[in-house]
T-cell receptor, first 113, second 110 residues
Framework: NAGVMQNPRHLVRRRGQEARLRCSPMKGHSHVYWYRQLPEEGLKFMVYLQKENIIDESGMPKERFSAEFPKEGPSILRIQQVVRGDSAAYFC???????????FGQGTRLTVV | QKEVEQDPGPLSVPEGAIVSLNCTYSNSAFQYFMWYRQYSRKGPELLMYTYSSGNKEDGRFTAQVDKSSKYISLFIRDSQPSDSATYLCAMNLQADKLIFGTGTRLQVFP
């Protein structure tokens, strides 16, 4: 049973470009979380989704950031017009329905130059 | 006040020592309590989880939850250099976002 798959593992974008981060949950998991981690800091919640529905986006910046989890395919975290402050590790986690456990992927390290 | 408080360390111990890692929290409604281990530049790995209160043991690791004190602990027996990592506590309500502590950096030296 494959774990949570994130790609790409590393992503370099110039300021003003768009970044798309993908996350495929574990088999049988219907819920996905996105977290951001800055160097030497903890994990900050961004958004919690189930298929075709955003459950909680209280941690998402109001502008430039969006997330989706379509009926088919991976969850996507999209950052438009990236700035240097967006440079961070972005982690996705998935959980089975009705449970509080979450299993993480290896993350996407975004560098904005 | 943060919802989850965790001492960032670093904590440095000799090989073979018993390690105690702790977190306190403020929301009495939390139901799931988890410990993750994160190696440098890797994703968090779920080590232990407890639903509601009590103890749970898995090999060299023991997780304890004291809901009356809003305090959780992770004990590592016979610590090894390979245990050197950052340990994050996390907790949530059922089917809700996880709230993380800031993580404690542990160094086990030979």
């Amino acid at each position: 049973n494959a774990g949570v798959m994130q790609n790409p593992r590393h992503l370099v974008r110039r300021r003003g470009q768009e970044a798309r981060l993908r996350c495929s949950p574990m088999k049988g998991h219907s819920h996905v979380y996105w977290y951001r981690q800055l160097p030497e800091e903890g994990l900050k919640f961004m958004v919690y989704l189930q298929k075709e529905n955003i459950i909680d986006e209280s941690g998402m910046p109001k502008e430039r950031f969006s997330a989706e989890f379509p009926k088919e395919g991976p969850s996507i975290l999209r950052i438009q017009q990236v700035v240097r402050g967006d440079s961070a590790a972005y982690f996705c986690a998935s959980s089975p329905p009705g449970q509080g456990l979450a299993f993480f992927g290896q993350g996407t390290r975004l560098t904005v130059v | 006040q943060k919802e989850v408080e965790q001492d960032p360390g670093p904590l440095s111990v000799p090989e073979g020592a018993i390690v105690s890692l702790n977190c306190t929290y403020s929301n009495s409604a939390f139901q799931y309590f988890m410990w993750y281990r994160q190696y440098s530049r890797k994703g968090p790995e779920l080590l232990m989880y407890t639903y509601s209160s009590g103890n749970k043991e898995d090999g060299r690791f023991t997780a304890q939850v004291d809901k009356s004190s809003k305090y959780i602990s992770l004990f590592i027996r016979d610590s090894q250099p390979s245990d050197s990592a950052t340990y994050l506590c996390a907790m949530n309500l059922q089917a809700d976002k996880l709230i993380f502590g800031t993580g404690t950096r542990l160094q086990v030296f030979p």
